[in-house]
C-alpha cells in the first residue's frame, strides 16, 4: 500500500496504563505533511482551486481523481474509437504509423494499455 493510500495510525496509544501520543502518528504526520507540501507546490492554480480545505495527501488524492478520472474516461474512449484508423489515400505509411504509435503512446499515458494482440488486429 503506498502513502497516499494509506489511512493514519491512532493518535494516541495506550502504553502501561497511560494514554500517550502514537510516535506511529508522529512519523506518519509527518511524512504526510512533506508530501502534501510537495504535491501542493507542484500543482497549478486550477488544480490547487480543487483541493482548498484537504489535510492530507489521501484528501488531495481523491479529490484530483474525482476531478480528473471522467476527462480521462472520455479521452480513453476517443483514443479507442481512433485504433480503427486505415492508412487513407495518398497517405504515407511513415505518417500512418506515426497516428498508430501517438494513439497508443496516448493511451499508454493515461495508463490504459492495449496488449499486442489487440494492437495486431
Known sequence: MNHLEEEAPAM???RNGKEEINPDYEVWLNNDGLLTSWLLGTMNEEA???VVG???TSQIWRCLEDHYLASTKEQEIHLKGQLTIKQGDGESLEIFIR????TYDGLAA???LVDDLDKVF
Open 48 to 50: 490547487l482551486s480543487l
Open 110 to 112: 493515461i495508463r490504459k
Open 54 to 56: 484537504c489535510d492530507t
Open 12 to 14: 494516541n496509544i495506550t
Open 99 to 102: 497516428k498508430f504509435k501517438g
